[in-house]
């Protein structure tokens, strides 16, 4: 099948996906504006926000995984979302509340905490050019320790109500009523994709390498600048409204970098559209499977992910072996 | 004559390591210079940061008079084409949609694949003998391929100076001479300013007009490379004793290593 036929069918099943979903599991009630109700406020906003979050992962992780020439490089992977989980535990802790134009103080820690984690990614990764895409995961592996930690000390010294808030919402879960989330979200999600969009012609030449990027041309500091930036905000926005849902960033752009190629003119639309429905599909299973009790979407995203990343990583040692 | 390339006091220096230092030399429109010396001697550095993928520390670097410091890298591209030292790193795509890549320096974010791109992709193709594997991906291509294709993606920029990074190090003898033989019809029929490095010292000096040796970043010999194979350089340049014959066809002088220690 030729690209175009594939993104026609991915668009398709997307659109399947957005209509059906808010009507799978039992609505128990025979009040006409009660069943209205529910869908429109709880339902439908729920599966909004698991397509915007779904596609903003994806392209975040799809963004990293050129950016670093490798397929294990995402966001979670490389500590930035446990940067993010760090900022809005903290402002939870604190019992802060504000917001700065509309935006609300939980995401604008969440962003803080991304910035400086991509920081010290970055960091890294300009400490020596030729820099193993090895040694860039483990020290991710000890970002994220290192973040895990300080959230684990912070739910410690926190009352039991802000100790399970943090919990809860560390679990990763897309359980909102209403649609002010969304709004917080979509505009940084937006932003996002847009900038992803603007420069899909950079990605592809970044993932070839920085020497043949600079040498065709791309101003890569800047590129990678504008792309940690925007990549921050986003996860950061996601990470505050949902927490920390794990591998959608890892599993998205791999599976349709499978079906579409590699050049981002395609794999762009493609991996936001496959992110965005995943993450309904997970989501309607969290609520579907045990219900009417709920299981947290980043376990069920986490459980599909784990063995995910064992394959990845066992088929490119095969490869490289 | 007008210089075509230039390049003054060039000095490369890094935290704690000085690469190269006090490089010049110019370059008439068609020159062919090869940068020979051995491992280590700031070679690749010396293209790198002609590409400006190495920062200079101190000198000047003028193509047509114009610094290429006040160049931005995206017009730098419509000057200079860059081919890498063949790596392990896997190119995950398809031959065609790589060398049309080579077209990045002349889009914007929305232009659209023009009548002139395409003219530029097929010329590439066709000069470089690309079109057998154009429908393949990059990772099951042959050394030999991968080379064609490297150097087409380079020409689609359509540049006036092209640099090569070892383009024949790990390809058999046969390969060897394909390749050698494209860069020579780029530079006599094209008119394409080649700047190669090579580890190639008989190629060196019989195909490319000038040679310069560089040794420990330093500029060891800078000469016409008719010239090379007389002067005491040439030992010194490898710390290598070398013997000389004649190739029985081409009656050009041919510098073997000496066997005696």
Redesign the interface.
Known sequence: MSRKSHLILITLTTLIILVVSPSIGHIHTDNAELYNHILMQIRLPRVLLAFIAGAGLAVCGMVFQAMF?NPLATPFTLGVASGASLGAASYVFLGLSFSILGIDGSSLAAFSGALIAITIVFGISRFRSGFSPETLLLSGVAINFFFSSLILFIQYLSNISDSFRILRWLMGGINIVGYHDIMQLLPFVSVCIVTIL??R?EL??L??????A???????KQVRYILFFVTSLCVGAIVAVCGPIGFIGMMVPHIC?LLI???HRWLTPATLLFGGSFLIICDTLARTIIAPAEIPVGVITTLLGGPFFLWLLLKSRLNTA | MIPFFSIDNLGVTTANKTLLSDIRFTMTQGDYLCVIGPNGAGKSTLLKTIMSIVPASSGTLKLNQIPLSQLKQKSLAQHISYVPQAHGHTLFFKVNEFIKMGRYPYHSAFSDWSQTDQQAFERAVDITGSTPFLERRMQTLSGGEIQRVMIAAALCQQTPLLLLDEPTSFLDPHHQVEVHDLILQLNQQHNISVIEVSHDLNHACQHSQHILALKHGKTLWYGNSAEFMDTQELHQLYDQQFVFTTHPQSGAKVALTSEIK
């Open positions: 020439h603007w420069l012609r592809n030449l993932m070839a390498g920085d020497d043949i600079l040498s065709r041309g791309v101003a890569v970098r190629g590699s050049d």
